[in-house]
């Protein structure tokens, strides 16, 4: 019964590169969240998503990052032409709805640093 | 808006010592408060709901819905203890809001 689990635990890009972070929710978990935390800094909401839906994307800077979570597979966070600022440790988390009192399950992060 | 505020970035205290980590929201209905413990490059832990009132390794917060806080207490900190800790809350929708976080550093 494995719980999030996101890859690649750590990846170097150069700048202008790609990014592509993935998350597996736990099994039947349909609502998905990514945060972002930087050096020295909290963690800061970016996506909240369901099965093919953006429910929440207020926290996504509005260029070059996107996020999906389409109906089979993982939720995929996609980081285009990254640069330095971009170098951050990426957190997926996963719950089985949205009602209030659910608890939400942590992967272990993702770990991008851009060069 | 909802807002959750850690005040304090960094806490230094004694092992066997008290500590206390303070934690301060705004949010317009009833908020559900939660503490969570980040160890070293790790993922994030539940350490306490406030609708379960319990106890975690010795840790315990109260809702003080007057004061609109939720802080963090253990009456004897061990070294085991130093960690990052975040105060969080959940809006309608049952995402999480974090506050900036509070790194505990317990020296012997």
Redesign the interface.
């Given at each position: 019964n494995a719980g999030?689990m996101q890859n690649p635990r750590h990846l170097v890009r150069r700048r202008g590169q790609e990014a592509r972070l993935r998350c597996s929710p736990v099994k039947g978990h349909s609502?998905v969240?990514w945060?972002r935390q930087l050096p020295e800094?909290?963690?800061?909401?970016m996506v909240?998503l369901q099965k093919e839906n953006i429910?929440?994307e207020s926290g996504m800077p509005k260029e070059r990052f996107s996020a999906e979570f389409p109906k089979e597979g993982p939720s995929i966070l996609r980081i285009q032409q990254v640069v330095r600022g971009d170098s951050a440790?990426y957190?997926c988390?996963s719950?089985p709805?949205?009602?209030?009192?659910?608890?939400?399950y942590?992967?272990?992060?993702s770990?991008l640093t851009v060069v | 808006a909802q807002r959750v505020t850690q005040p304090e970035k960094l806490l230094s205290v004694f092992k066997g010592a008290p500590v206390e980590l303070k934690c301060n929201y705004s949010y317009s209905g009833s908020p559900e408060l939660f503490w969570y413990v980040q160890y070293s490059r790790q993922r994030l832990q539940l350490l306490l709901r406030h609708i379960s009132r319990e106890s975690i390794k010795g840790f315990t917060a109260d809702l003080n819905k007057g004061e609109t806080s939720f802080h963090l207490k253990k009456p004897f900190a061990q070294e085991e203890d130093s960690a990052m800790y975040y105060c969080a809350l959940t809006d309608s929708w049952g995402k999480l809001q974090f506050g900036a976080g509070t790194q505990v550093v317990v020296t012997p």
């Open positions: 999030v609502h969240y945060y800094e909290g963690l800061k909401f909240y429910i929440d440790a957190f988390a719950s709805g949205q009602i209030s009192g659910n608890t939400i942590f992967g272990e992060g770990w | -």
